[in-house]
């Protein structure tokens, strides 16, 4: 005779458990503490199994029998329930594990070390704001196109394109790592290719005609302010490295002998070491500084504070105060000068990439090719040195 809810709640506990059938094999089972258990009699390959379903009144008589159903259906594709019941719980514990954020972070620890710190930073601390509010706490086998959408859309229409380019770039690096790791079957943002607007350049402001050039480098050797900053704006279009690069120079990276400027790799913005040939002009620059802050750590201590450098704004207000605007000069366009300049006068393409330490793609390769080119570009920043100062000699003249 099937339960009813009036009868099971009548149950009363006896010295020993009991049971009273509903049909199918589902029965209530009493245990001596009061505990009404939910089971169900089946048999499977010959074998009389038993399947549990929960404790009633949490699990309802109508529950009860929806589940009896379902593991019916399972039997009648020669499923085992139990099985079945088993991996689907294992399932969930590991989508529980393997939620977008915990994997995010995971490829975080491990595919970003060879970046600068301030970099991995920025790059944690967008995933934090964008990625992680909406996305983070899913399972990444459940995610699917519409919710990489909602994530990287509203940050397009917010009119931030190169950010919302970025925080897809990164949850396609995190699929890519779950795939690779065997917690994703495919990597759906890679598939988003295309779906945002494309991001309109901007390229740094520089200077690169004959003229402007001489000008800007008269103007240097007559700024008036701090001196170690001055000696900035000096080697910045000999060495044309990067900004933090310069500004971060230390004096033990400084071999005047071997007239080499070592800059090693976690100062390096993809973490490989570096090579800046001396050229007479910059090693006298290096020289004439040496007496003032050789003493100390950094070539270029600020004025403040000997245990940091200078930061890249007071660079920025010194050109501002030689008279270039943010649209004519930048302290980043030093480099886009030289490159210009250096692919126009003729050099080889692969001395000036090495001398910019633009990674080549070839990771194997640029681990070790630091010194590539090395007499070839000693070559190069003397010749480039001496056509600067030929140009800031050049005043009042033509460029033609």
Known sequence: MPLTDVFIRS???LEKPYKHFDGGGLHI??????SKLWRMSYRFDGKGKLLSFGEYPTVSLKDAREKREEANKLLAQGIDPSVWKKQEKAARRIAQRDTFENIAREWFDTRTVHLTARYRQNVLLRIEKHIFPKIGKTPISQLEIPDILNVVKPVEQEGHVATARF?????SQVFRYAV???RAKHNIAADLQGVLRPVQTTHHATITN??????????IDQYEGYYPQACVLKLAPLLFTRPSELLGAEW???????REWRIPAERMKMRRPHIVPLSDQALAVVKALEPVTGGGRFLFPAATNPDKHIRDGRILIALRKLGYSKDEMSFHGFRSMASTLLNERGYKRDWIERQLAHCPRDSVRAAYNYAEYL???????????DYLTTLKNREGKNDE
């Open 11 to 13: 149950l009363k506990p």
């Open 29 to 34: 089972h009493v245990t001596p503490n009061g």
């Open 167 to 171: 925080v897809l770039q990164s949850i």
């Open 180 to 182: 690779l790791s065997g």
């Open 210 to 219: 004959e003229v402007g050039v001489g000008e800007l480098l008269r103007r």
């Open 252 to 258: 033990e990276e400084f071999d005047f002998e071997a």
């Open 375 to 385: 007499p070839e570009r000693r070559r190069m920043m003397q010749e480039w040195a």
